[in-house]
């Protein structure tokens, strides 16, 4: 994650989730990882490894390595998570980490598999909801 995108999470972002939480009544938080399809190069991934330490012992999300989309997916949405989680204003909401992978488009529909280095599919999504 670059500086200038965490320092936009703290700043902005942040600040954007609480006011739709003063607006809704809302105290979850889904960060959603999304790639395109170009095939991840192959690598042995770590997530088994590591997740648990980089979810709940502080361990820095960079260390994650991921064998396809769906781990590239979710390391991404986690390293998010990590900042969203370590600011006190968001204490009270559960923050959790997903996947899409290289399955849904940026129309929130299942991808055409059409192929390809695409750039505007490689995101992050933040959804916000009442726990059950």
């Known amino acids: 994650m670059t500086p200038d995108f965490a320092a936009a999470l703290r700043n902005v972002v942040i600040t954007r989730l609480l006011d739709i939480a003063d607006s809704f009544d ?40 991921w064998s396809d989309n769906a781990g590239l997916g979710l390391a991404r949405a986690l390293a998010v998570v990590k900042v969203l989680a370590s600011d006190a204003r968001l204490a009270a909401f559960r923050t959790l980490p997903l996947s899409g992978a290289q399955l849904i488009d940026t129309d929130g529909r299942l991808t055409r598999w059409e192929g390809g280095d695409v750039r505007e599919r490689r995101r992050i999504e933040i959804r916000m909801r009442k726990s059950n």
Request: no cysteine.
């Open 26 to 65: 809302v105290d979850v938080i889904e960060v959603i990882g999304h790639t395109d399809e170009q095939p991840v190069a192959n690598h042995a991934s770590n997530l088994d490894r590591y997740l648990s330490s980089v979810t709940l012992a502080g361990t820095d999300a960079a260390v994650l390595q």
